[in-house]
């Protein structure tokens, strides 16, 4: 009788994080700034080869999400409606709260010296970031990581081949390339998982000469940096949610919340709303709603409901600002608030998603990337707040789906 060796336990990827930061925290101390410098490349690199991997991640996720999504009739309106009225609070969140509370000023340590210094006092410049939007090319939008560029040239390929697949004399060989897109996105998400699997040996490298340099100072930003998020992703849910639930759902909150404890729970230890999704569902079965409204709310909806990583980014582009001594106009925060919701689209299911698409907009409308590195130390935090808010806002657009939806004309079965 043959025997298999039992299988070794992994650690937890935030366990790692968590014990690079120690390690980090103790090995920059004792270094001092000189000997901690060279500790800092570990996590540019990093962060460059996520960015470079993340482009055409994007383009090849917002692709698949048009080929595979359907959305008809008065139920596919009340779904982008409400999903845009919620996107769109929760930009609001974000920004105010950055805005009221000043939390990037807490690290401008770091703008007074080392590579983010060259930001201090910047402009950014949207009206280059405007005319990015139609690409010159095909490759340089990938080539520049321009993501705007990028997601018109998703929606274009999108929507065309969904067009080429339906026509008889196209269908076939349509049918290949959507296959082929398939298994380009499957290895990249592949690829994206090795890069990921790095970034407890980047947050080493980043806290090594965060506290070589300046100290613990940098600390105090970063409990700044995730306060911030985690009471901008409260109010989302205790006011915007409680709101909707009582207002227009016309449901109990305590009846929801015994059912969407273990969805949330699921999401804070998954970091995956996607992930969660078959708990989510179930939870929406047993709180009686429609399997059309829950199809539609969390399934389809999953793919750009993403109300977690949107108010995280508003808030987060405002932060880094602040931290490098950029001022923004309230007409530039509306227009990076614009590029954060549309960089939200479709990436649920990508490991990291809100980090990873904020890497991308930085480098869209000309903020420091650089600050990037010290900010996912703490992102294993604020990555399980942007899951769970992304489940819960999966489910509040079902049980809005579902409210307007027609009573069925016959009897119960």
């Known amino acids: 009788m043959l025997t298999t060796a039992p299988s070794k336990r992994r650690i937890p990827l ?26 800092g490349e570990l996590g540019k690199l990093i962060i460059s080869l996520i960015k470079a991997i993340a482009t055409p991640l994007l ?86 990581n321009l993501i705007l560029a990028v997601i018109v040239l998703a929606l274009l390929f999108g929507f065309g081949l969904r067009i080429a697949r339906a026509e008889e004399a196209t269908k076939d060989s349509a049918a290949v390339v959507e296959r082929g897109l398939e298994a380009l996105l499957r290895v990249t998400e592949i690829v994206l998982g090795w890069a990921i699997k790095l970034i407890p040996l980047a947050v080493f490298g980043v806290v090594t000469k965060a506290v070589g340099e300046h100290g613990f100072a940098p600390l105090r930003g970063l409990s700044w940096y995730v306060g911030t998020a985690l009471l901008g992703f409260a109010l989302q849910v205790g006011i915007t949610y409680h709101a909707w639930l009582w207002l227009f759902a016309k449901r109990s909150i305590a009846a929801f919340w015994r059912e969407a404890k273990e969805p949330v729970i699921y999401a804070l230890g998954a970091n995956s709303s996607l992930a969660t999704l078959p708990v989510t569902l179930n ?21 750009f409901n993403n109300d977690g990583i949107i ?87 079902s049980l809005l789906v579902d409210r307007g939806a027609p009573a069925p004309s016959g009897p119960a079965p």
Not at 21 to 33: D, E, Q, S
Not at 283 to 303: P, Q, W
């Open 59 to 144: 383009f090849l996720v917002i692709v698949n999400a048009i080929l595979k999504t359907e959305i008809r009739g008065a139920a596919g309106l009340r779904l982008i409606g409400w999903a845009m009225l919620n996107a769109s609070i929760a930009l609001t969140i974000g920004v105010a709260l950055s805005n009221l509370l000043q939390g990037g000023k807490h690290l401008t340590v770091l703008a007074t010296s080392g590579t983010t210094a060259s930001y201090v006092g910047k402009k950014v410049d949207f009206a280059g970031v405007v005319n990015s939007i139609v690409p010159t090319s095909i490759a340089g939008p990938f080539v520049e």
């Open 311 to 397: 108010l995280y980014e508003g808030m987060a582009v405002l932060f880094v600002a602040q931290a490098a001594g950029i001022d923004m106009s309230l007409g530039q925060q509306v227009m990076a608030a614009l590029v954060c919701m549309v960089a939200a689209m479709g990436v649920a299911g990508i490991p990291e998603a809100g980090f990873i698409s904020l890497a991308l907009v930085l480098n869209t409308v000309g903020l420091p990337i650089e600050m990037l590195p010290l900010l996912l130390t703490v992102d294993w935090i604020v990555a399980r707040g942007r899951s769970a808010v992304n489940v819960l806002s999966d489910m509040m657009l």
């Open 14 to 39: 935030y366990l790692q994080i968590l014990a690079g930061m120690v390690v980090g925290l103790a090995l920059g101390a004792l270094l001092g700034k000189d000997a901690s410098a060279p500790f």
């Open 283 to 303: 939870a929406l079965n047993r709180l009686g709603v429609s399997k059309e409204a829950s199809t539609l709310g969390a399934c389809v909806g999953t793919n």
